[in-house]
């Protein structure tokens, strides 16, 4: 029998699908998966004040992830320019809100680190916050890994097992 390991910290991956993206996939030391919640209705209800039922609409919290960063900082340099293009078009060019989102997909790898145990499918993903890469020679040992943290909005995502939408 084999066991699955999915908090281990180099067994996060995200990977995009936005072109000038395709090629990056962020190495995620940390990530907090989404809470959601749906919102509730008023309903009537004989000498119970403040009733409520399911209502009809889901509200999802950001994905917020912490990104190991590369030697080269391909995958922060990625991050900066999508967020650039979010606000101030290269070349005078307005941003289609279409173009600006991307999908995603969050591999929780098993401890092989070869397979995937559980995919979250995120819909129309875009960042909103890059955090700061702290750069430190403080430490004697040569193990230092610097990391920064994203956050995303995104419209919907679901989870898939074993490739099957749970």
Known sequence: MTTKNLLTRTNHL????????????????????????????????????????????????PIVVSVLCDENM???????????????????????????YSQASLHLLTNNKTSTGLI???????????????????DEDDTTVSVFPVSFEYSDYVIKKDGVVI
């Open 14 to 61: 995200l990977i995009f699908t936005r072109p000038g993206l395709a090629d990056v996939e962020l190495l995620l030391q940390d990530v907090a998966l989404p809470a959601l919640s749906i919102t509730k209705a008023a309903a009537p209800a004989p000498k119970v004040a403040g009733h409520t039922i399911p209502g009809t609409g889901i509200t999802y919290t």
């Open 74 to 100: 391909d995958a922060y340099l990625a991050i900066y320019k999508w967020l650039k293009e979010l606000v101030e078009p290269y070349k005078g060019n307005p941003v289609k809100l279409a173009e600006s």
């Open 120 to 138: 979250f499918e995120f819909k129309n993903l875009w960042p909103f916050d890059l955090g700061s890469v702290e750069f430190s020679t403080k």
